[in-house]
T-cell receptor, first 114, second 112 residues
Framework: DGGITQSPKYLFRKEGQNVTLSCEQN?????MYWYRQDPGQGLRLIYY???????QKGDIAEGYSVSREKKESFPLTVTSAQKNPTAFYLC?????????????FGPGTRLTVL | RKEVEQDPGPFNVPEGATVAFNCTYS??????FFWYRQDCRKEPKLLMS???SGNEDGRFTAQLNRASQYISLLIRDSKLSDSATYLC?????????????FGSGTRLQVQP
């Protein structure tokens, strides 16, 4: 089955620690995205990548880093510089077309900073 | 002002009712429009795209009014399984990034 996987589903971290969230897709999509969702709010874009070895900052990139060494993989690192990292993190992917780019989401990772 | 605005609800309706959600967007460069559904503590899933001419998928009808910059979703004959949060989503083409901008969502609770 094609799809997007994220791991782990739940993650607990102590303040001051970096943590990396995994995102893998086997849909052969060129574009991948990371969003963050806080309770009662919409999703906000952290980083996105449209091609291997290239990525761009989204609206709330501070305190996060990403890499795109393979088409299938787009891991997100939440660094200790992120002031309020507790949130629901969602990875998505899509084809790249001129218009209508439906994005498919992974099941998400819930990060809690203790 | 948020780029995409929705009434957060909740909308509490009985089974079989018809319910409508509206959404407004502020950026006229928005080109593509979608409704996503998100169940509690799950990822969003595409419900339907919204086309200029309006489109229907079973009990769901989506409309777009570009002049007024709003999008609507109509659900007829509500089912208990329709209970979820409905996210209005727009995609801008001018920035080249093709990422989606999400509204905060409208929560629907269908009651027996």
């Amino acid at each position: 089955d094609g799809g997007i996987t994220q791991s782990p589903k739940y993650l607990f971290r102590k303040e001051g620690q970096n943590v990396t969230l995994s995102c893998e897709q086997n849909l052969n999509h060129d574009a991948m995205y990371w969003y963050r969702q806080d309770p009662g709010q919409g999703l906000r874009l952290i980083y996105y990548s449209q091609i291997v070895n290239d990525f761009q900052k989204g609206d709330i990139a501070e305190g996060y880093s990403v890499s795109r060494e393979k088409k299938e993989s787009f891991p997100l690192t939440v660094t200790s510089a992120q002031k309020n990292p507790t949130a629901f993190y969602l990875c998505a992917s899509s084809k790249l077309r001129e218009s209508y780019n439906e994005q498919f989401f992974g099941p998400g990772t819930r990060l809690t900073v203790l | 002002r948020k780029e995409v605005e929705q009434d957060p609800g909740p909308f509490n309706v009985p089974e079989g009712a018809t319910v409508a959600f509206n959404c407004t967007y502020s950026n006229s460069a928005s080109q593509s429009f979608f409704w996503y559904r998100q169940d509690c503590r799950k990822e969003p899933k595409l419900l339907m795209s919204v086309y200029s001419s309006g489109n229907e998928d079973g009990r769901f009808t989506a409309q777009l009014n570009r002049a007024s910059q709003y999008i609507s979703l109509l659900i007829r004959d509500s089912k208990l399984s329709d209970s979820a949060t409905y996210l209005c989503v727009v995609q801008r083409q001018d920035t080249g990034r093709r990422a989606l901008t999400f509204g905060s969502g409208t929560r629907l609770q269908v009651q027996p």
